[in-house]
């Protein structure tokens, strides 16, 4: 779009599927920088890309002729299928259905990073989904207990 100028700050945040802990440390951060460079070859700007076993965090300069899930749904597919190539997990690797996205004023830039930046220590205080929960209430999401993740029920 031309004339059109933008940018859209973006926490994308999903879970393997299951949100089983399938994501290990020996090819995790090969798996972010797949992830970054597939934000990037889709136009966008990718911040930083990190996460524990059992979900991702990315942060995105979004530009507005990108919609959300498109990205998503693309970084859920290029994914899967390269963690799926390498053989890194038994059996066959997806990610769950759904995801979240929280927008960021260019102010929250250096604390957002910083945040995604520390996932495992962040982890060992909270759970992926005491974190979740707390993303949406603090930016007044409405959701649906039913439809939120597969893993609510399994844990309560």
């Not at 031309?2 to 020996?26: C, D, H």
């Not at 830039?109 to 962040?122: A, C, G, K, P, R």
Request: charged share 25%; net charge positive; proline share 1%.
């Amino acid at each position: 779009m031309p004339g059109t100028y933008s940018q859209l700050y973006i926490q994308i945040v999903f879970a393997v599927k299951g949100r089983e802990n399938l994501i290990n440390r020996e090819w995790r951060d090969e798996l972010h920088k797949y992830i970054s460079g597939i934000i990037t070859g889709k136009g966008q700007k990718s911040i930083i890309v990190n996460g524990v076993a059992d979900h991702v965090h990315c942060f995105v300069g979004l530009k507005p002729a990108m919609a959300i899930s498109d990205l998503v749904r693309d970084i859920k597919n290029n994914s899967s299928k390269y963690v799926n190539e390498n053989g890194w997990v038994k059996g066959k690797f997806n990610w769950q259905e759904g995801f979240g996205s929280f927008s960021y004023s260019h102010s929250h830039i250096d604390n957002v990073y910083q945040y995604i930046l520390n996932q495992e220590q962040h982890h060992k205080k909270k759970t992926f989904k005491q974190e979740y929960l707390e993303f949406l209430e603090k930016f007044r999401i409405e959701y649906n207990e039913k439809y939120l993740f597969e893993w609510y029920d399994k844990e309560n």
